[in-house]
T-cell receptor, first 113, second 113 residues
Framework: GENVEQHPSTLSVQEGDSAVIKCTYS??????FPWYKQELGKGPQLIID?????GEKKDQRIAVTLNKTAKHFSLHITETQPEDSAVYFC????????????FGTGTRLKVLA | GAGVSQTPSNKVTEKGKYVELRCDPI?????LYWYRQSLGQGPEFLIY????????DSGLPNDRFFAVRPEGSVSTLKIQRTERGDSAVYLC???????????FGQGTRLTVV
């Protein structure tokens, strides 16, 4: 069935340290993997994405890596800042006939000043 | 508009009542999604529109839930005979096609009392 597992559920890091969030997907046909940041009371905001023909993508302090063979993808945030504190969701685009996204359960990141 | 707009932002209704939630997608976006997010959980897929038609409504929990998009832009999610278990944040997202990045609105928080 369609499933995305996300770990850890909570993560606390010191300001300036790196944070890594990992996801595993079940549908081998998935070819698009976005990451969303959600702040309290707001909708999810797209922060970075990666397609299956690429192994890594970077945008300033954030990067995403994809291992298609293992069906793993990860979000890396370097030089964390207090404003990075939020809930992060990974997602995989389900290709079983439609374009719906399957989301992970979220990671609450807390950056300690 | 500049982003996905959802109205109302908050809705409190009595058990058994009918509610309508509105989504205004980004102008020109043909794909539209409805998701439901319970506290502490990731968004859960409800329905996906491509243009005016529902391409995938497999996530609608039961026949009390219905969504329309008559002109291929604005969409309305309709819930009949609301139950306390329907309380959640209802999120709408749109993308320029089914195969491109999706952008979310701020959500409608529905509370059934």
């Amino acid at each position: 069935g369609e499933n995305v597992e996300q770990h850890p559920s909570t993560l606390s890091v010191q300001e300036g340290d790196s944070a890594v969030i990992k996801c595993t997907y079940s549908d081998s046909a998935s070819n698009y993997f976005p990451w969303y940041k959600q702040e309290l009371g707001k909708g999810p905001q797209l922060i970075i994405d990666i397609r299956s023909n690429v192994g890594e993508k970077k945008d300033q302090r954030i990067a995403v890596t994809l291992n298609k063979t293992a069906k793993h993808f990860s979000l890396h945030i370097t030089e964390t800042q207090p404003e990075d504190s939020a809930v992060y969701f990974c997602a995989a685009k389900w290709r079983g006939g439609t374009y719906k996204y399957i989301f992970g359960t979220g990671t609450r990141l807390k950056v300690l000043a | 508009g500049a982003g996905v707009s959802q109205t109302p932002s908050n809705k409190v209704t009595e058990k058994g009542k009918y509610v309508e939630l509105r989504c205004d997608p980004i102008s020109g976006h043909t794909a539209l999604y409805w998701y439901r997010q319970s506290l502490g959980q990731g968004p859960e897929f409800l329905i996906y529109f491509q243009g005016t038609g529902a391409a995938d409504d497999s996530g609608l929990p039961n026949d009390r839930f219905f969504a329309v998009r008559p002109e291929g832009s604005v969409s309305t999610l309709k819930i009949q005979r609301t139950e306390r278990g329907d309380s959640a944040v209802y999120l709408c997202a749109s993308s320029s096609s089914g195969d491109t990045e999706a952008f979310f609105g701020q959500g409608t928080r529905l509370t059934v009392v």
